[in-house]
């Protein structure tokens, strides 16, 4: 199964600490395994856009976000065999304990559904 | 496997009705794991039971029900593939396991234990992985480990069907859907996951144990509780099981001295002992005296609970054992204040306050009714009326449930009496 791994802040978390971050480690690991299908780090909600259409009109702005305290900072798609595979693998990314990780199920797009 | 012998529609009701209670998370399981799809497994189960009311009565009842039953759902289940005529490489799968296993199952199926625990021992920890929600653990469990109908459990939990259909639908969903594994965890994570199962039973137990907010207490829930915790301690040995299953043996016990006759709360200082179940107190305690050391914290519960059941009176507890006990917990504000309770009556009202000062208030107990309660039962106890007296009225105050207030109008009717007297 394929899992997207978003890696969010979180303001309850421990404050970030360079000493334990070994996300450097935690790539070339995983990566080794084969899990990591492809990954990256977000430039910062500054840098975000925003794009909507509203009453037929479209409205681009600045991204929405700068005033909210948590925001995906990256990702990352591992491949795995289940749902304890993938804990695993995000237990061990230092934002488990500076941000938070979310794992969502890829959902493959099937047009005749 | 089945004998030529004619039944009578009492003794196959019968017969269902026990092979439902004994082996349902055994065909369940194994229907899970030959099908991969938790509704088809339940489907194709339920449809078993209902061919074994019809047909055990002229087939005799078989030898090995669990194998007639999961041998008949594989069956079904072929069958219902076989007609959606879309997943045919399953299919493919599905009948050569079939045809690999139906012999040996045939002659055989009821025998083999171990098959037959590590579907159970599958369901349970895959129905309390911790990406469930905690409420669809607990149906989930109920549902597919203890085989209760899904209108049952939506009674027992005072929602609608509807609601626990859609409830459990959800957490079939998700485990398809998010990956779950149907399996019983690996060594790395068995401690972790074991606790897990552990929190799901002693929740089901609570919950039939506490009657708050006026609803009654829920005997079923507490002893479907009993039953679960009992089959994890026997397919395990996990001392922590053990515990757990001696703690809700020890505390289900008391059942019938606990609520009086007007449906109010007694004590356990106030209960009739003469009520307690002396065969489960029995089992409770040789399962406390068995446990090894250093004991886990149902285990140690366990013993608290031990020391309550096996004083022939409340003056006659041994509160400095009991102390001696909550030492053992992992410390949290709930276990200190029980603590303290505890220190009052093995050492005197003061060391009992002193340990109450102590613990100061932490934030998880400031807006709770249970600092105020404590201290004033501590007062209460030790023949400081007129103080107690304003900690009672605070409690009542902030108490969550009306069985609550009414127990502490109770105590501060008994502390105004006792005083003008």
Not at chain 2, 124 to 152: D, K, N, W, Y
Not at chain 2, 293 to 299: E, F, I, Q, S, V
């Amino acid at each position: 199964m394929q899992y997207m791994m978003f890696v969010a802040t979180d303001p309850d978390a421990d404050p970030y600490d360079p000493q334990y971050d070994n996300v450097v480690a935690w790539v070339d690991e995983v990566n080794a395994s084969g899990a990591r299908l492809q990954g990256d780090r977000l430039r910062p909600v500054e840098d975000a856009t925003l794009v909507r259409i509203r009453g037929g009109e479209l409205l681009v702005t600045d991204g929405p976000f700068a005033e909210t305290r948590e925001w995906i900072a990256g990702y990352d798609l591992l491949e795995c065999e289940n749902l304890d595979e993938a804990i695993a693998i995000a237990s061990k990314h230092p934002m488990a304990r500076f941000g938070r990780l979310e794992l969502r199920p890829i959902w493959p797009f099937d047009p005749a559904e | 496997m089945t004998a030529a012998v004619a039944a009578t529609a009492a003794e196959v009701r019968a017969a269902v009705a026990a092979a439902h209670r004994d082996e349902w998370a055994r065909v369940f399981g194994a229907l899970v794991r030959f099908t991969g799809d938790w509704s088809l497994a339940e489907d194709c189960t339920q449809d078993a039971y209902a061919r074994a009311l019809e047909r055990w009565g002229t087939e005799g009842i078989p030898r090995s029900p669990g194998a007639w039953l999961t041998v008949t759902a594989r069956r079904r289940a072929i069958d219902v593939v076989r007609r959606s005529g879309v997943e045919t490489d399953k299919l493919r799968l599905m009948v050569a396991d079939q045809q690999l296993t139906t012999p040996a199952a045939d002659l055989a199926l009821g025998d083999v234990d171990a098959e037959w625990e590590d579907d159970v021992l599958r369901l349970i920890f895959t129905c309390a992985h911790p990406a469930l929600p905690m409420e669809a653990r607990v149906a989930l469990t109920l549902r597919t480990v203890a085989g209760l109908a899904t209108s049952e459990i939506a009674r027992l939990f005072l929602v609608s069907e509807a609601t626990m259909s859609q409830r459990l639908l959800r957490a079939k969903r998700k485990i398809a859907e998010a990956g779950i594994p149907y399996r019983v965890p690996p060594p790395a994570l068995i401690a972790d996951r074991t606790a897990g199962v552990l929190a799901v039973i002693y929740l089901l137990f609570t919950e039939g144990y506490a009657p708050d907010d006026g609803r009654p207490v829920r005997d079923e829930l507490a002893e479907e509780a009993i039953r679960l915790a009992g089959l994890l301690a026997r397919l395990t040995q996990h001392p922590e099981a053990r515990g757990l299953l001696a703690l809700v043996l020890l505390q289900h016990a008391r059942r019938a001295a606990r609520i009086d006759a007007g449906g109010e709360l007694v004590p356990l200082d106030e209960q009739d002992r003469q009520l307690w179940d002396a065969v489960a107190i029995a089992s409770g305690l040789r399962l406390v005296a068995e446990a090894p050391h250093p004991r886990g914290p149902y285990a140690v519960q366990a013993a608290i609970a031990a020391e309550h059941d096996r004083a022939p009176s409340a003056d006659a507890t041994d509160w400095a054992a009991i102390v001696a006990l909550y030492d053992e917990l992992p410390q949290n504000p709930v276990v200190a204040l029980n603590r303290a309770v505890a220190v009052g009556m093995a050492e005197g009202t003061d060391a009992g306050l002193a340990a109450l000062d102590a613990l100061g208030v932490p934030p998880a107990l400031a807006a709770t009714h249970l600092l105020p309660a404590t201290r004033g039962e501590l007062l209460r106890r030790g023949g400081r009326l007129r103080e107690a007296i304003p900690l009672l009225e605070e409690a009542r105050h902030r108490a969550p449930g009306a069985a609550e207030q009414r127990y502490f109008d109770r105590r501060i009717a008994e502390c105004r009496d006792g005083d003008s007297g």
